[in-house]
């Protein structure tokens, strides 16, 4: 996905989807590259982080057993 940084306020960035000029979107300012600045065209990406959402549901899973057992 590309995305325009429409601007940086108190730390924050909004960015405009290039598709799709209605949709905004927020991120923390230090999650942009060094030297980012109003009007930069970025490439935004996802990545699925299957180690750590197992470990989560695990750890989920773990403390719900623990409550049940109290009970």
Do not use: H, W, Y
Not at 6 to 18: F, H, M, P, S
Not at 22 to 30: Q, Y
Not at 48 to 64: C, M, N
Request: hydrophobic share 35%; with cysteine; aromatic share 2%.
């Amino acid at each position: 996905m590309k995305a325009t940084v429409d601007r940086i306020d108190e730390g924050i960035a909004v960015l405009i989807d290039r598709e799709d000029e209605n949709r905004k979107f927020s991120v923390p300012a230090s999650l942009l590259p060094p030297g980012c600045r109003e009007g930069d065209i970025l490439t935004v990406s996802f990545e699925l982080d299957e180690k750590a959402t197992a470990e989560a549901k695990k750890k989920i899973s773990g403390l719900i057993q623990k409550l049940r057992k109290g009970s």
